[in-house]
């Protein structure tokens, strides 16, 4: 068995002293799910981290908080322990080791390598499409192939999905999460709880988003991101139903749905990353895990650069610069793809899985173990 992490034991020396004191039971799912326990295996500290939404609440409250010399700072602990989870459960494993020391710049590399990738194939066949203007339908495909851009989309976001599921599973197996079968009330739960990340409200005048002061800002920025990318989602959806079953080829008038999903997906998409990392330079640093600032950055770097070609592609497609726009453009979204199960990206997945455990503990454990 592999040797515990420093993050992990410094995680358990926090929860220990928690499980003592106890004064913040009632601010968030990770408090009553500590009291549960009178130890802390490091799957328990994972799920209990993976539980954990970062609102700060308890560190500001803390009287055991730096400069204390117990040094209580539990959001940036379970941060760094939720970082070294996406790396450990990773599939396959040598890809999240990669990512876990330069995941900053493996992201941008993926996002360049295919975006030039992209470029040297249509410059290969005939370099005058990538400049000159293309009107009408199928306008796309004289410059990137229908083959290409198709045989990309599938193998990179088949990839994300295969990665991704491969590292829930890890996941569930080194936590143990969730136990038993199908049971309808906490799934309903935990899937009411991740769609309207209503913890982010904490219970409605909001977290610590910036400092001891109350906010709910963050939460509308992630809901702004998340709605963002699904109509972003739903954009390609419609367009591949146009091409496959309508036969209506893209580019499509700006009116119609598939752009107009795209466009006001693009928009949210934006608001949502830049006001993160906006979040993210101002915010109090006491509680923030500094380490991991550059990852963070990188992956709200990819998403608004996504929206942002995105928009612009619509702007330009018309004219000489819609070539090298869609390739940049296609590049970042597969780039993106290919870096999803190894970014901040799978939180929401784990997440999900550690909500769904709770939901189910609630409705099974016993009392709350007696304080240590
Ligand atoms: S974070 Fe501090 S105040 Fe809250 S339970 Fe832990 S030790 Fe007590
Ligand atoms: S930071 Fe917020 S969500 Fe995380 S343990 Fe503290 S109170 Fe709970």
């Known amino acids: ?58 560190y500001h409250a803390c009287q055991y908080a730096p400069p204390h010399a117990f040094g209580i700072n539990i959001p940036a602990t379970f941060a760094e322990l939720r970082q070294e989870s996406y790396a450990k459960n990773a599939w396959p494993a040598p890809m999240g080791r990669l990512f876990e020391r330069s995941g900053t710049v493996v992201s941008l590399l993926a996002a360049l390598g295919v975006a030039l990738a992209l470029i040297l194939v249509v410059a290969l066949q005939d370099p005058a499409v990538l400049w000159s203007a293309q009107r009408g339908v199928g306008a796309f495909f004289r410059v990137i192939p229908h083959w290409l851009m198709i045989t990309l989309g599938v193998v990179t976001f088949g990839y994300a999905i295969l990665a991704m599921a491969m590292g829930a599973r890890n996941y569930c197996r080194s936590t143990g999460s969730p136990q038993g079968g199908f049971d309808p009330g906490p799934a309903t739960e935990a899937a009411v709880d991740i769609v309207t990340m209503r913890n982010l409200g904490g219970g409605g005048h909001g977290c610590n988003d910036l400092d001891e002061g109350f906010s709910t800002r963050r939460r509308w920025l992630h809901q702004a991101l998340f709605g963002g990318f699904m109509l972003c989602f739903a954009a390609t959806c419609t367009g591949t139903l146009y091409h496959y079953i309508l036969g209506w080829k893209s580019p499509h008038a700006f009116l119609s749905l598939p752009v107009q999903l795209g466009f006001w997906g693009g928009v949210l998409m934006m608001i949502g990353a830049a006001g993160l990392a906006h979040v993210k330079v101002i915010t109090d640093p006491g509680p923030v895990a500094k380490k991991l600032a550059g990852g963070e950055f990188a992956i709200l770097a990819l998403l608004f650069l996504i929206a942002a070609t995105g928009l612009l592609l619509l702007a330009v497609r018309h004219t000489g610069a819609m070539g090298a726009m869609l390739a940049i453009h296609l590049g970042l979204v597969f780039a993106f793809f290919l870096v999803m199960p190894y970014s901040k990206m799978v939180h929401g997945l784990y997440r999900g899985i550690a909500l769904l455990r709770h939901a189910r503990e609630k409705r099974t454990a016993p009392a709350p173990a007696a304080a240590a």
């Not at 515990?4 to 009632?26: D, L």
């Not at 549960?36 to 993976?50: C, K, P, Q, V």
């Open 1 to 58: 068995m592999a040797a515990e992490s420093e993050t992990v034991a410094e995680a358990r020396r926090q929860m220990e002293i928690c499980n003592a004191c106890r004064y913040c039971e009632g601010y968030c799912a990770v408090f009553p799910a500590m009291t549960m326990r009178r130890s802390f295996t490091e799957g328990d500290l994972t799920h209990l981290a993976n539980l954990c939404h970062g609102c700060k609440g308890c």
